[in-house]
């Protein structure tokens, strides 16, 4: 699975490499894609701590930079992209990653957005879950496609523009658009 | 494809369905993921026009909905989801889709930045890779996870908060961050 990807890890070579029956395999796994589920979250488990005393911005950048490190420098970056090709025609895998690997996650960054929030670091009245994708989606985005790197400062460059914004003159923006209002 | 996913469309149902041999089938497309990569650039022939006379934003949100438009209501959805699945395992149409989807609709973005930051609606000094990214990646982080969904208004909150910031108060952020150099 980690080096041929899904079509490579059949359930008989599953059973081979650890060497038992095909039978006792699927008494534990429904699917290999199960096996990959299982896999994977083994990989990742306790990688949601965040550390205390950061402001919202850090902390997201702490947890962007993670993510990135796990998707690129060990093996839960095969087995997320094993996971993202069977969740694709799979519809159980994609509820349990939506329930056991997104959902999780998100709700820690939703609480330190929302953390953020009530310290005066981050305005009000902006779309959570559009935020959380603007944040992590690009991370997802690199491993699936391999258009650009993951590059180590990555994270804080992603946290940067969102916090500061990416227009010339923010006045003139909002009057030009019209698309903003500060609340 | 459509409906099963890359599992079912085996090169025999393509074949079956097309009313030709498999043998046909072979003579033009080296696999399945090669049939679906074709029906989908088919399906996206044509929409990469801009029309003139909008603003970098006003672009750049145009772009974001004709993608969340052809994903959400129409069959190219299901074809690129096929297509991404078959790409974590066949580097030959992942390096397709670099080519002929993912390089060719950036370079247009990249212009469409570029120009913002010519006419002074956008700062310049920034890692334009991750702003392609954090506009885009949501589409289809949506569409592979379905943790969300593809709102009408998607499009332009994302391209809202990229430019304007999601920092309550931007000096106050960017004294205290340091991350951020305006340029």
Known sequence: MLTGGLPAATMDAIAARAGASKATI???WPSRAAVALDGFLDRVAGTLAIPPAMSAPQA???QIDALIQIFRDTTAGPLMR???AAAQADPDIAQ????QWLG???????EILRSG???GEIRSGLD?????????APVYHRLFFGHAPMSDDLAAIMVAQLMAGIALLL?????????VRLS
């Open 96 to 99: 349990a990653l939506r329930d």
């Open 60 to 62: 997201l950048t702490w």
């Open 104 to 110: 999780p996650r998100r709700a820690v960054s939703l």
């Open 82 to 84: 094993a996971l993202v």
């Open 26 to 28: 699927y008494k534990w």
């Open 128 to 136: 959570e879950e559009a935020i959380m994708d603007q944040l992590f």
């Open 117 to 119: 929030v009530r310290r």
């Open 171 to 179: 006045g003139a923006y909002l009057a030009i658009s019209g698309l």
